[in-house]
């Protein structure tokens, strides 16, 4: 997997390390497990009602059936193995556990390609405002992002676009509404790579939009695939990243959507949004392990400092 994707990487920079940092201190998710392991610090004992604590802990917070039955058969075999019956260690041991599920992945970009991201995902989720994060955040770091308009079948999602283009102060291809979104892609492409071309020496990347009608997803998958199909035509000078946009308060509903995406267009990672809200969060345990996608970012409110890469660590050690 990884060798496929040699953008995803593990390695801690010091960078992520103050991403992190920043992250913790905004709580953008909520300690949805520490109910079942209260008593840890008077050496409580692992019961069976704290395994049914646990479970329904998990259940609530929209793990999955599959997930929740996977991970208690594997802790009670780890601690049945290492004879463990206090509730401190096995808060050690599950903290192990659920991090060995989650798959962390970030964006690795060749030195010799312009990057292009798309940006995919049903209506609401948050694709257009996750775009402008990453753009404001790809920006911090010296990118320069041209921002494609892709969902041209609403006229509010171009007009938002143009919004945070205009606000980060970054160039946008638009069409007016009802355009064909892969005569977009082309003119978006077009464009990046002849601001490459003047910008030689500049991280330039392209960001585009696409629509997300749920209503009918056969003639959506086949508009994604063409406007996919247009990208191809500039791969030998660009690499296309397929980012899913996954809104956690959906709970089970996101799970069954990133499934038809990635079935149909092969989706290379997650952004998980508005983990802020009332939502818990621990889709990201069935996504995660059953799809086998890599969570890059994460999305904790409407302002465009709400945006993080994804930290499995920081993600795991504050659900207790
Ligand atoms: P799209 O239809 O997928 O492009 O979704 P939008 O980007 O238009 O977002 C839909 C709504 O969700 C907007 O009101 C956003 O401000 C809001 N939203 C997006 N991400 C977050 C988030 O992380 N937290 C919260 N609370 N709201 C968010």
Redesign the pocket.
């Given at each position: 997997m990884r060798a496929a994707f040699p953008w995803f990487s593990k390695k801690k920079t010091k960078q992520s390390a103050e991403d992190s940092e920043q992250r913790s201190a905004n709580k953008p998710w909520k300690a949805f497990l520490r109910g079942a392991f209260s008593g840890v610090e008077k050496s409580a004992r692992v019961d069976e009602a704290f395994f049914t604590e646990l479970e329904e802990s998990l259940l609530a917070s929209d793990a999955g059936l599959k997930f929740s039955a996977l991970f208690l058969a594997g802790l009670r075999e780890e601690l049945r193995q290492k004879k463990i019956l206090d509730k401190k260690h096995a808060a050690i041991i599950s903290k192990d556990l659920l991090k060995s599920w989650l798959r962390q992945g970030s964006l690795e970009f060749s030195k010799t390609k312009v990057p292009v991201i798309f940006?995919i995902?049903?209506?609401?989720?948050?694709?257009?405002?996750?775009?402008a994060k990453l753009a404001a955040y790809l920006k911090a770091k010296g990118f320069y992002s041209m921002l494609g308009a892709g969902?041209t079948f609403r006229a509010a999602?171009s007009e938002?676009l143009s919004f945070w283009a205009k606000r980060l102060g970054l160039p946008i291809v638009k069409k007016p509404q009802g355009s064909d979104s892969a005569a977009l892609v082309y003119d978006t492409l077009e464009s990046t790579l002849a601001i490459k071309d003047k910008k030689s020496e500049e991280a330039v990347i392209a960001l585009i939009?696409s629509s997300?009608r749920l209503q009918n997803k056969v003639a959506l998958m086949e508009e994604l695939k063409k406007m996919l199909g247009v990208a191809k035509k500039f791969e030998e000078r660009t690499e296309v990243f397929k980012i899913l946009?996954v809104?956690a308060t959906l709970g089970q509903n996101s799970f069954e959507q990133a499934k038809v995406f990635h079935e149909n267009l092969g989706i290379d990672g997650i952004i998980l949004?508005?983990?802020?809200?009332s939502s818990c969060g621990g889709i990201v345990f069935a996504i995660s392990h059953e799809l086998k996608l890599p969570l890059l970012y994460i999305?904790?409110?409407?302002s465009l400092e709400?945006?993080s890469p994804f930290d499995v660590d920081s993600f795991v050690e504050a659900l207790f």
């Open positions: 940006f995902g049903v209506n609401g989720v948050g694709k257009t405002s996750s775009l969902d999602a938002q939009d997300g946009v809104d949004t508005k983990t802020d809200s999305s904790f409110g409407e709400n945006f």
